[in-house]
């Protein structure tokens, strides 16, 4: 229920008013793929960011400091 309501504009209103949640399936549709394609966006640029980390632990660990 949260998945869906986190990249939504209006998701405050939600958690204030559950009563008041859209049913349409269409909209509730496109809420959840718009949070899977948020969701992998985070998975990407999380490996992308580790990816990096790791190669700057080589370098440091090839480099000698005297």
Not at 7 to 14: E, I, P, R
Not at 20 to 34: D, F, G, H, S, T
Request: net charge positive; glycine share 0%; aromatic share 10%.
């Amino acid at each position: 229920m949260i998945n869906d309501m986190l990249l939504d504009s209006t998701s405050l209103d939600y958690l204030k008013l559950p009563e008041k949640r859209c049913m349409n399936p269409y909209i509730k549709r496109e809420k959840r793929l718009k949070f899977k394609h948020f969701t992998e966006w985070i998975n990407t640029n999380h490996n992308i960011c580790n990816q990096y980390i790791i190669k700057l632990i080589k370098i440091a660990e090839n480099d000698k400091v005297p």
